[in-house]
């Protein structure tokens, strides 16, 4: 039985570092929305319909494959609250994992404009992140998505059973990952680096 954490945001949040934290004090897989980005964008270019249809299916199948080999995950994911097919991805996401007999966990950081305009220019991001490296793209892009959008859930909207909300501002990431822990009570797995971590 595989669980999925999906630690969800807006752009430059902080989702990746939380992420990475909650990897390696868990053992679980992780995927970033950007592996799948980054790769569909290597092969079939930026924004292209191939390119936005690859995605979805590298996604989709590595959900599919965490389920069958009960691999436990944790993915990051940039939601628009206000958009009725963002909840219906999200809660395909949930009944996939949940009615093959593991749990759905849905972490949603927030942090002020000012705390994600200056993460949005770290070195690990652009590492990381390929497509970010075109910091003036990526800071409108932001900036257009923040006004655009509805980034993270109101007072009170709860999505799902475990649903978890931090201000991440200042906090630093293990500081995060460790509440994540307590709030749902997950415990770590016995993997070796290589089975969780490969390459990474």
Same mark, same amino acid.
């Given at each position: 039985?595989?669980?999925?954490?999906?630690?969800?945001?807006?752009?430059?949040?902080?989702?990746?570092?939380?992420?990475?934290?909650?990897?390696?004090?868990?053992?679980?897989?992780?995927?970033?929305?950007?592996?799948?980005?980054?790769?569909?964008?290597?092969?079939?270019?930026?924004? =292209? &319909?191939?390119?936005? /249809?690859?995605? *979805?299916?590298? #996604?989709?199948? @590595?959900?599919?494959? %965490?389920?069958?080999?009960?691999?436990?995950?944790?993915?990051?994911?940039?939601?628009?609250?206000?958009?009725?097919?963002?909840?219906?991805?999200?809660?395909?996401?949930?009944?996939?994992?949940?009615?093959?007999?593991?749990?759905?966990?849905?972490?949603?950081?927030?942090?002020?404009?000012?705390?994600?305009?200056?993460?949005?220019? =770290? &070195?690990?991001?652009? /590492?990381?992140? *390929?497509?970010? #490296?075109?910091? @003036?793209?990526?800071? %409108?892009?932001?900036?257009?998505?923040?006004?655009?959008?509805?980034?993270?859930?109101?007072?009170?909207?709860?999505?799902?059973?475990?649903?978890?909300?931090?201000?991440?501002?200042?906090?630093?990431?293990?500081?995060?990952?460790?509440?994540?822990?307590?709030?749902?009570?997950?415990?770590?797995?016995?993997?070796?680096?290589?089975?969780?971590?490969?390459?990474?």
């Amino acid at each position: 039985m595989a669980n999925l954490i999906v630690v969800c945001g807006p752009q430059a949040v902080g989702k990746m570092t939380v992420a990475e934290s909650l990897r390696d004090k868990l053992r679980y897989n992780m995927m970033m929305n950007h592996d799948s980005i980054e790769m569909s964008d290597k092969i079939f270019g930026f924004g =292209t &319909p191939a390119q936005r /249809e690859f995605n *979805a299916a590298f #996604r989709e199948i @590595a959900f599919e494959l %965490a389920v069958k080999h009960d691999v436990d995950m944790i993915f990051t994911y940039v939601c628009a609250f206000e958009m009725q097919e963002e909840r219906d991805y999200l809660d395909g996401l949930h009944d996939l994992f949940t009615q093959n007999g593991g749990e759905f966990y849905f972490v949603e950081l927030s942090a002020s404009l000012e705390a994600r305009l200056v993460r949005n220019e =770290t &070195p690990h991001r652009m /590492e990381r992140k *390929a497509s970010k #490296r075109d910091v @003036a793209w990526s800071k %409108a892009n932001l900036l257009h998505d923040a006004e655009h959008h509805r980034l993270n859930s109101e007072e009170g909207e709860v999505w799902f059973k475990h649903h978890l909300k931090i201000d991440n501002t200042d906090l630093a990431p293990d500081q995060v990952a460790d509440m994540v822990i307590k709030a749902f009570g997950l415990t770590a797995n016995d993997k070796e680096e290589k089975e969780y971590r490969f390459g990474v």
